[in-house]
């Protein structure tokens, strides 16, 4: 009978190395794929076209208000480093054209915008987030360079805040 239970106890520890062993082997493979493929930065989430699914002004204090044109013909394209705004700003058959970059290492993470070809107090700082297939972006609504004030929470004063759903890629 002890012969048994020394039997029994010699391949339960058997078991639990192999258990062991193998939890070693997947976690070095899923840390070695890790590496292998690295997951995409923003700046490559954010490629393609994204429409305004809603967007609000904030001045001051003041309740914000829903910019109605934009959500019902804006839209941002990013491709590569710039971006192409449609029917945000100046009315729906406006477009802007920016180079941007992004710190993904502030909180919330930052996207800066100057615009192409443009005169002086055409540059934007501003706030994103990405959460799958949506994106939030808050501009300030006094964008001039001598006032270059990046909101520091998407529901904040003299802000405009869009909310935009990717479209195609």
Known sequence: MRRLAVQTSIWANRG???????????AMTIGVSAMAYPAAGDQDVLQGSWQVVDARARV??????????????????????????????????SSS????????SA???????????????????GIYRITGDSLRIALPIEHFSDRPVRPVDFRGSNTIGLILKRGMR
């Open 16 to 26: 639990v190395a192999r258990v062991t062993g193998l939890a070693i082997t997947c």
């Open 60 to 93: 001051g204090g003041d309740t914000a208000t829903v910019l109605a044109d934009m959500v019902a013909h804006g839209t941002i394209a990013f491709v590569g480093n710039k971006m192409t705004m449609r029917g945000i700003g100046n009315g729906k058959d």
């Open 97 to 104: 054209t920016f180079a941007f970059t992004l710190d993904t």
């Open 107 to 125: 909180s919330p993470r930052h996207i800066d915008m100057v615009g192409e070809g443009s005169s002086e107090g055409n540059e934007w700082s």
